[in-house]
Every structure is written in C-alpha cells, then in structure tokens.
T-cell receptor, first 116, second 109 residues
Framework: DTEVTQTPKHLVMGMTNKKSLKCEQHMGHRAMYWYKQKAKKPPELMFVYSYEKLSINESVPSRFSPECPNSSLLNLHLHALQPEDSALYLC???????????????FGSGTQLSVL | DQQVKQNSPSLSVQEGRISILNCDYTNSMFDYFLWYKKYPAEGPTFLISISSIKDKNEDGRFTVFLNKSAKHLSLHIVPSQPGDSAVYFCAASQGNLIFGKGTKLSVKP
C-alpha cells in the first residue's frame, strides 16, 4: 500500500461550521504533513508531525488545529474559517522523521475546501 | 519573496520532442532538489531528485540537471509523451520542501 488517503475529497462549509479533514497512510511513515495550495500557487507547508509529535507549525492561525491520533492518521480540525481559507488541502507523509533534505513526500489527492 | 521560481507557467511540446522545464532558486543552502508531477484532481507525485553535490541525475526518459553556480535546475523529458501532460513542480529542500509555482506541460500528439 503506497497510498495516502484523504477524506473528504470536497467540502463546503460556512464560516460558523466546525469540520475535520482526515488523512491516513499505512506505509509505516514516521512524518506526516499538511500543505495548503491555492489556485496557481505552490503548495505551502502548514504543519509537520514527526513521530506523532507536532514538530513544525508555520505560523498557521488557530482556526486550523492539527491532530495526530496515531502514526497512521492525521486530522485537521477547522473552526470559524474565512472565505480566504478556501483552497486545496494536501496531506503528505515521508518515511523518516521529516527533517532530512532527501526525504520523498507521498501526497494524497487533497481535499478541495470552499468556505462560504 | 519566492525562494524557488518557475518562470514559465506553461509549455507546449510536440509528442516525441524534448520538453525542458526550468527552475531557479535563490537560497544557496538548499542541498536537495526534487521534481513532482501533478495531474488534475490528484496530489503531486515524486518524479526525480538530485543532490546538490551532483550535476546530473537520469531516470529513464527523465533527466535533471543542476547548475549550482547559476542556481538553476532543469528537467528534460525525452521523448515527450501525451501522458506527460501535467503540472510539474520544482522543489528545493534544506529540511523542509519549498515548492515553485509549477509549469503546466502540454504534450500534443
């Protein structure tokens, strides 16, 4: 199994809603990532979990709350989002701890989020 | 300020010919460079990489060239195939990956 699975594929939510994005991998990877990608822009790193601990938070607003329940699962809890948060949210994983330059990231297909 | 730049948003090539995708970077501390390929409605997939201590890496139809003095790398695809049509992201790393904006390659039959 070389897949990173993200659910849901599409999500529409209002600014007062609470929702969660889910990501799962069964490759035994020790690092998991959340990226945000807006149209015609590069993916931008949000969070990195290394060995189930949050190792990097790229100054992401608190309305985004990551959670890593175990080494295979990564969630992103969303609350009180703004329309400008509408984007493609990509989950990724890598084999090692997430700090080596030559680590290859395996990406999921993403969740296309629209905030109304 | 962008640390990784892909100045061509799109490239169109005839099937069988060479595709050359370019990437420039500003941070001389990057020690690894990667190319990712992205089809619509899918996440990016790893294509090929190169360490900063090398100047060329080849994998089948794909070759990446690195010119450290110019802070420039390029991806060559020979021969190009219609299935290569996708968005190609250049990425550089010194621990965390920094992506360029991507180049949309269209290979016409």
């Amino acid at each position: 199994d070389t897949e990173v699975t993200q659910t849901p594929k599409h999500l529409v939510m209002g600014m007062t809603n609470k929702k969660s994005l889910k990501c799962e991998q069964h490759m035994g990877h020790r690092a998991m990532y959340w990226y945000k990608q807006k149209a015609k822009k590069p993916p931008e790193l949000m969070f990195v979990y290394s060995y189930e601990k949050l190792s990097i938070n790229e100054s992401v607003p608190s309305r985004f709350s990551p959670e890593c329940p175990n080494s295979s699962l990564l969630n992103l809890h969303l609350h009180a989002l703004q329309p400008e948060d509408s984007a493609l949210y990509l989950c990724a994983s890598s084999q090692a701890g997430g700090r080596q330059s030559n680590e290859k990231l395996f990406f999921g297909s993403g969740t296309q989020l629209s905030v109304l | 300020d962008q640390q990784v730049k892909q100045n061509s948003p799109s490239l169109s090539v005839q099937e069988g010919r060479i595709s050359i995708l370019n990437c420039d970077y500003t941070n001389s501390m990057f020690d690894y460079f990667l190319w990712y390929k992205k089809y619509p409605a899918e996440g990016p997939t790893f294509l090929i990489s190169i360490s900063s201590i090398k100047d060329k890496n080849e994998d089948g139809r794909f070759t990446v060239f690195l010119n450290k003095s110019a802070k420039h790398l390029s991806l060559h695809i020979v021969p190009s195939q219609p299935g290569d049509s996708a968005v190609y992201f250049c990425a550089a790393s010194q621990g965390n990956l920094i992506f360029g904006k991507g180049t949309k390659l269209s290979v016409k039959p």
